[in-house]
């Protein structure tokens, strides 16, 4: 079965820091994997996702990740943080060949402190 | 906005009653999820439809069920409501690729359920 574990429930950084996010998976085959930004009272947007092809993945807002195999990794990232980051993210993960579903973490709310 | 619309956006509801959910998925797209978050499950997939027809199960309870219509748009009837039934219930929708495999799905603003 897939999983997904964010680890860090909340992330606190100051404006114009760097923003990481950590979001580790677990799959017994090649896996799509999605990072979605839930702000307050407002439903889930795609910030970026990555399907095999390049391992690098740049999103919306200043956001990229990386997809690493090895280290069964997808962690979130942007060089400087901004105010209207603060949100809830959430990693994601589904199968290529199975279910369609998608399997989430738990969450990591971030705070940008002025 | 993602094009997928839910409603109602808020309802409450008593213990013992029956609700029905509706989405209207973005233009074009067959696929739908039903998810449900809530604080202590965080986000959960309930169904999937795929062109009317039901594609994919998970951690729906027998007092849930859902449908997709021919115009596409789908319903998530939830019945005999406990207080644990109380969350966000969001609805996805995805375009399907030459592949023939779904692609990105899609969030609603979600509706907001609460069972007094």
């Known amino acids: 079965a897939q999983s997904v574990t964010q680890l860090g429930s909340h992330v606190s950084v100051s404006e114009g820091a760097l923003v990481l996010l950590r979001c580790n998976y677990s799959?017994?085959?090649?896996?799509?994997l999605f990072w979605y930004v839930q702000y307050p009272n407002q439903g889930l947007q795609l910030l970026l996702k990555?399907?095999?092809?390049?391992?690098l993945v740049k999103g919306i807002n200043g956001f990229e990740a990386e997809f690493k195999k090895s280290e069964t990794s997808f962690h979130l990232t942007k060089p400087s943080a901004h105010m209207s980051d603060a949100a809830e993210y959430f990693c994601?993960?589904?199968?290529?060949?199975?279910?369609?579903?998608?399997?989430f973490g738990k969450g990591t709310k971030l705070t940008v402190n002025p | 906005d993602s094009g997928v619309t839910q409603t109602p956006k808020h309802l409450i509801t008593a213990t013992g009653q029956r609700v029905t959910l509706r989405c209207s998925p973005r233009?074009?797209?067959?696929?739908v999820y039903w998810y449900q978050q809530s604080l202590d499950q965080g986000l959960q997939f309930l169904i999937q439809?795929?062109?009317?027809?039901?594609?994919a199960k998970g951690n729906i309870l027998e007092r849930f069920s859902a449908q997709q219509f021919p115009d596409l748009h789908s319903e998530l009837n939830l019945s005999s409501l406990e207080l644990g039934d109380s969350a966000l219930y969001f609805c996805?929708?995805?375009?399907?690729?030459?592949?023939?495999?779904?692609?990105?799905?899609?969030f609603g603003p979600g509706t907001r359920l609460t069972v007094l």
């Open positions: 994601a993960v589904s199968d290529q060949g199975g279910s369609e579903k998608l399997v």
């Open positions: 439809y795929y062109n009317g027809e039901e594609r």
């Open positions: 996805a929708s995805s375009p399907r690729r030459a592949s023939g495999r779904s692609d990105t799905q899609y």
């Open positions: 233009s074009g797209d067959l696929s």
């Open positions: 799959s017994s085959v090649p896996p799509y």
């Open positions: 990555y399907t095999s092809a390049a391992t």
